[in-house]
């Protein structure tokens, strides 16, 4: 079934707005609301735990190895490491303890608090 005529204006600017740009994924604010942290923090904390040195991650400095995949587009996946479905609560999982998820990662375990994680995963859903 097709839209009629007069609604298809409507549909077409609802559907560009749900395209950020190309350089950020879903908003900051939107990010916070869906991890429970702080995207700007998140960013720092990806700095400060070293998850550069293994990882290419859009927006920090350095962040630009292949040891491990590229960060970005982490919003528009379906899973995470290839064993969990992409959610919030799986994302806080893996950061906090990817051994624990798959015994074989080569990732290490970081002692990354709760709030930590939020905040690193609301950084990783806002960038594309």
Known sequence: ????????PALALL????????EHGMSEAEAATLTGGSATR????LRSYGCGSCHTIAGVDGANTLVGPPLTGMGE???????LVN???NMVRWIRDPRGVDSLTAMPSLGVTEQDARDMAAYLYSIR
């Not at 559907?15 to 190309?22: E, M, Q």
């Not at 998140?42 to 904390?45: N, Q, V, W, Y």
């Open 42 to 45: 998140g960013h720092a904390l």
């Open 87 to 89: 959610t919030p609560g």
């Open 15 to 22: 559907l560009a707005a749900c395209d950020v740009g190309t």
């Open 77 to 83: 996946r379906s899973y995470i490491a290839g064993v």
């Open 1 to 8: 079934m097709t839209p009629p005529r007069r609604l298809l």
